[in-house]
């Protein structure tokens, strides 16, 4: 399954539902032209209220990541273009991000590149790490029996 | 999709001398989940009785889908009020079986699902159950109802986590287009992502009524520290 | 309203039905006692004393425990906590009142009844209760035709009389009902409110019934003697009008109890 919702206290709901189903859009999660999970069941799972998250919805629609078909419901785009550019930007925005903290501990821009260029070598497999690292597929009604 | 679900105007409450409820206009609609937050005391507990006619307002008017609190308005409406309302004759499936008696809207078979994944046995007396179990025994016949309009008092008061987590999941669940929820609480911190709107009732007066997005592109903060600051003693 | 009357007379009876069953158990056991008396000598009467102590601490109780439960079933069925889960119901408050009204009416003939078949069965042999039973039944011929020739209306002050004993009985429970729905207005001392306003509630109806009374006492209309004549001859006129009369006292009282019962439990209702 993949990602947790993350929402924190100070912007939008909205907003941040609508980022993250970008990434779960642009990293494949949900992949082109398949079909997404209604509001409901998307609202359930990150414990939002369910007009927050149509709202999210809309903001993808308005954004053309998403359209309604009316028999099918909503599917993701099939313009991949449009999917690798968004995937272009949100990447460029964490290598800024990276590189403005590398900074503030002193390294410049080449020296930043050369350390990641290392650590990416010496843990060559970074995704089986981080798939060692990931919770157990569970969801949030699951893991309430669990603790119930 | 009703606009106008739940009507206040002018709503007033008197009690000897002390103003509980002074002058509240609300017109909330249907498919809406609206909090209503405030301290203990602000009057929360005394706008959910007047909403289900167990006390008359002595100023102004409640209507609930254009009607006054009556037989109609009962019906239509699912009240878990913050005190154990349960008698000590019955056994749960009695209790069970009463909801599904009076109200045409009670789905039984989900009644019984909620029992079990909360694994409760139905054929316990209820005067023997713990108070957790009993307050999970009067959550499962409130929301086993497909009403119009449920008010929930302070459900998540005393109630650990793990059971809170359940009862926000209950009322996502259960959504609909059709019904609206208003949870009165003053642990804003937990349900804010479950809410649309809210209401903040202070010494018995609304002073902000909005959604909770509003709120945060304006103020730039969550609810729950608009709440502090506002509600700072 | 059907639906509350199942359920109320369950919440009572689940309670009553084997007390019942005792008492007549232990009726039984008694008149076996009193009867065999082999058994009295055996054992020197001494089972038969503490017998005879459980029955009337059975009686004492039944007749304690029925009082109590009329009292109850309202005061903590509709004025405390569950009064939560009872008002909020789609049903008018009316029916709540009525309801209970009825249970605890039953409730009390029941126990009544089931005193005297209790007493009937130490008291009588089977012949004699099965005469006493049929004496209500097989009257002899010629008081039949008495009551048949003299008093034909005899069936309907039968009805008038049955009427009159449920609506006293019922005038008394609401008599209960009404203090204590006024008791549970204030928020302090409940209990003591409903007896006081108990006591005064029936000093002021006794009041009202005087002054009346006396009022129409002066303002008395001397009935001419012909009309005089007229009551006597048509004599059974005068009985039923006569228990009319008492229906329509014992009734007003009833209304007066059950009016402001509906009117503080509809107007004034403060659960806590």
Known sequence: ?148 | MNEKLLVCSGLTKLFGTKQALTGVDLTVGSGKIVGLLGPNGSGKTTFLKLINGLIQPTGGSVLIDGQAPGVYTHSITSYLPDRMFLNDWMKVIDLIRFFDDFYSDFDFPKAMDMLQSLGLSSSERLKTLSKGTKEKVQLIVTMARKAKLYLLDEPIGGVDPAARDYILNTILTNYSEDSTVIISTHLIADIERVLDEIVFLKNGEMTLYDTVDNIREREGKSVDQLFREVFAC | MRKLLKYEFKSVFYLLLPLYACFMVVSVACRLFMNIEFLQDIFNGVPFFFLGMVYFGLFVGMIAISLMLVIQRFHKGLLSEEGYLMFTLPVKPWQLIVSKGIVATVMVLAGGAVIVLSLMVLTMTFRESWEFISSFFHIEKEAWEWMWQNFPTWPLLLAEGILFLLVYLWKHICHTYSAMAFGQASNKNRTVLSVVIYGAEWLGITMFWLMLGSILNRVSFQLPSSMDMWFNRHYQITIHGLMWFLLLWQGLELAFYYVTTHWMLSKHLNLQ
């Not at chain 1, 460029?92 to 990416?120: D, H, N, S, V």
């Open chain 1, 1 to 148: 399954m993949g990602t947790e919702w993350k929402i924190t206290s100070d912007r939008p709901i909205y907003l941040q539902l609508t980022e993250q189903i970008v990434q779960r859009i642009v990293s494949g999660q949900y992949p082109t032209a398949s079909r997404l999970p209604s509001v409901r069941e998307l609202a359930v799972e990150a414990g939002v209220n369910p007009n927050t998250m149509q709202r999210a919805f809309a903001e993808l629609e308005r954004e053309g990541l998403v359209t309604t078909n009316r028999t099918a419901g909503r599917i993701v785009t099939e313009d991949k273009e449009m999917i690798e550019n968004i995937r272009g930007q949100l990447a460029a925005q964490k290598i800024e991000e990276f590189l403005e903290g590398m900074q503030l501990l002193g390294f410049t821009g080449p020296q930043a590149a050369k350390l990641l260029t290392q650590y990416a070598q010496l843990h060559p497999s970074l995704e089986e790490m981080k798939s060692e690292e990931l919770p157990e597929n569970k969801t949030s009604a699951d893991k309430m029996e669990g603790a119930l």
